[in-house]
């Protein structure tokens, strides 16, 4: 127990360096295009696209497009593959706390093996789970619309936005 709390003091590392006033714009205008894209679209084909872990994808996609878990495969296939684990298990196990528990683990993992981390994805099967829990209408359809035509636009969104503002390349890899 001493060691524990001798390691939740932490490392005493300084913070990381402040953001630019230039990237902080930049994220922002990057976030709200990319956002209001899945938004219009959503509007213009009455097909939800939105999903509330893309507003974290946001955040990783023009906070740090470098990441590698800011990079396309990770953000399509890290939703496309937490969704359909999340899916899988409530049509298999129902709603109840341990299968919430097993799917975002299992999503994790998945990702993990899979090298297609994106963190914000790992909330995907929490949005199952209470999308069944509430009685949403909820069926495979879901891993379209809005999960990987929305991770898709988004991630579009980034490819041109990043490579237009930034000096860098981005994507740093595909496959």
């Known amino acids: 127990m001493a060691n524990l709390l001798t390691k939740l003091k932490g490392d005493h590392a300084a913070l990381p360096a402040a953001f630019s006033s230039k990237a902080v714009l930049l994220a922002w205008v990057g976030a709200f295009i990319a956002i209001a894209s899945v938004a219009l679209l959503s509007n213009q084909f009455s097909y939800l696209l939105i999903l509330g872990s893309f507003g ?11 990441a590698p878990f800011s990079q396309p495969r990770n953000v399509i296939l890290g939703h496309f593959l937490s969704t359909l684990t999340g899916l899988i298990f409530i049509s298999l196990f129902g709603v109840a706390w341990w299968v919430l528990a097993a799917a975002v683990a299992s999503a ?14 790992g909330s995907n099967p929490v949005i199952i789970w209470l999308m069944a829990a509430s ?3 909820l069926s495979w359809q879901f891993l379209l619309f809005p999960t990987l035509v929305g991770a898709i636009v988004i991630t579009l969104v980034s490819l041109i936005y990043n490579n237009l503002t930034r000096e860098g390349n981005y994507p740093k890899y595909w496959f």
Not at 108 to 121: D, F, Y
């Open 108 to 121: 994790i993992a998945i990702m993990m093996l899979t090298r297609t981390v994106h963190p914000p994805a």
């Open 56 to 66: 974290a994808s946001c955040v990783v996609l023009f906070a740090y497009p470098d």
């Open 135 to 137: 009685h949403a209408d």
